[in-house]
């Protein structure tokens, strides 16, 4: 025994030494211990702990996915950041980076933690690192809590983003399992116990059989029969092409139609002299310069200025310098000096352009505030430009806004009526209802097929990633609001898409090829 520690202590071992010492900081040979047969992996207080790194590991994981998935929402995180703090920060992008370093840090040292106890030695984590486990445990925590509150729809874009991943993630974790099998298959072997046999392989052969039978659960419409699949959602640009342009521009919207938009969608406000122009937030600041025109009056409600007063403003700088979404492209230079003087856009000629070129167009249409000249009028006017000065077809008008929709009907019948909410198909037929515009994360292709069998077609928002619009067209929609019209077009089919038939073979084969090479890893 002495002498096999001696020369353990002298062999040359570069591998686990450098295993050791980025784990436990113990670069030299004699500091390490070797794992005993029949003996715990580590001591006490390490026993205690590696749960805990297990734990900082997975809370990360959950962490990084879940807000890698929120990617199609960045610009509304950062928006809603905007309206507390007051400057424009790409902060979901920090948040991002932040994320998949934390979890690269704690990965490596489970991943070291593993090699170690595969090569049988003991496991002893430096004091740094588990105040480094510490934070990331706690800081992944927090940010699941913070977000599950303040922005608890994300979840629904999680269960959502399964439908597309989960054939991968079950790959991904099998292959995990298959790793893990040689230092569990190790320290089992080594165990003189058959207690301690059955507590290391007991969980392990737990997680990997519920492993093996995930997939029976899983759903996902992009699994479908060959030629199942209907026609490609067509797209509308929200607020234009706020990626390649200021958004709710006359240059966005051109910009929606050079690149194949189907349709165009906005905001409409109308001005304290009962002019309806286009405007997102209820006040000017980050989307105009109104803070070196009037800066005075950087809080007050846009509907409160007059439109002469709104022209002085310019809505395109501000796209420029705060560049709103972090996967941007480079413009040109032409197209820089064309945002530079963009300029706050009329109702009355959105409608003109989107009549030229035969486009839809939906909007939401805000109230004006208390002591509004078109407080009660605001419908009304709004009507006045689209019948009277626009000249845009009716049929064209996708009608949302729900107060005073019999009137609507009435002096507006060619308008296709549109609704911000589900409801039963026979309420929907009674007022009239053709379309429904919902959030996607209401995205059910049971519910998309029930109203398109009653002509009532679907319309989701805001669908900007590529995995996300694949979702909708696999389900059915019929049309997506989206900021990326220049990405979404080039998609000739969803990233996602096989039969039943493959999906089963893809299953039973990753399952049998996991089970053999556990199968030999234990035999050996």
Known sequence: VVRRRLLQRYEHQPFISCLAGFYSCRWKRYQRRRTEPGKCCCKTRECVFFPLLVGAFCFSLVFLYMWGEAKNDYNNFDWYNYGNLGFWFLWSLVLLIVAAILFMYITLLLVLAMCLLAEGQQLYLHWSHKIGTFLVLGFSITALFILSVLWGDQWKTVRLSFQITAPYLH????????????????????????????????????????????????????????????????????????????????????????????????????????????MHDSTLRRTTNI????????????????????????????????????????????????????????????????????????????????????????????????????????????????????????????????????????????????????AYTEMSSEDIRKYAEANITTNLYVVNEPWLFSLAWCSGAHSVTTNAVHTLKNLSQPLFLMTPQQYNIMWILTDLTSVLLISLIFAL
């Not at 800066?295 to 022209?311: I, K, M, R």
């Open 291 to 438: 803070k070196e025109v009037y800066p005075n009056d950087t809080t007050q409600n846009a509907a409160l200025f007059s439109w002469d007063t709104l022209q002085e403003l310019n809505a395109g700088m501000w796209f420029l310098k705060d560049k709103p979404f972090s996967c941007m492209g480079s413009l040109s230079r032409a197209d820089q000096n064309q945002a530079m003087n963009q300029s706050i856009y009329k109702l009355s000629n959105f409608l003109r352009l989107a009549d030229s070129q035969n486009k839809l167009v939906i909007f939401d249409l805000y109230r004006p505030p208390e002591k509004h000249p078109y407080r009660n009028s605001w419908i009304n006017r709004t009507l006045e430009v689209i019948l009277n000065e626009s000249g845009i077809r009716p049929s064209l008008v996708l009608w949302l806004e729900n107060d005073m929709r019999s009137f609507v009907q009435s002096v507006a019948p060619g308008f296709q009526q549109t609704v911000g909410s589900k409801a039963p198909v026979e309420d929907l037929l009674l007022d009239n209802i053709v379309k429904l515009n919902l």
């Open 171 to 278: 790959i991904g974790a099998i292959t995990i399992m298959v790793l893990l099998s040689w230092p569990v298959a190790l320290h089992t072997i080594r165990a003189d116990k058959k207690v301690v046999q059955v507590i290391i392989v007991g969980p392990y052969l737990a997680i990997l059989l519920f492993l093996f039978l995930i997939p029976l659960g899983m759903y996902s419409p992009c699994i479908r029969e060959m030629g199942t699949l209907g026609p490609k959602p067509a797209l509308i640009g929200h607020r234009g092409a706020p990626m390649l342009a200021p958004e709710n521009t006359e240059m966005s919207f051109q910009k929606t139609i050079e690149y194949g938009g189907d349709g165009l969608e906005t905001d409409v406000t109308i001005s304290y002299d009962g002019v309806p122009f286009l």
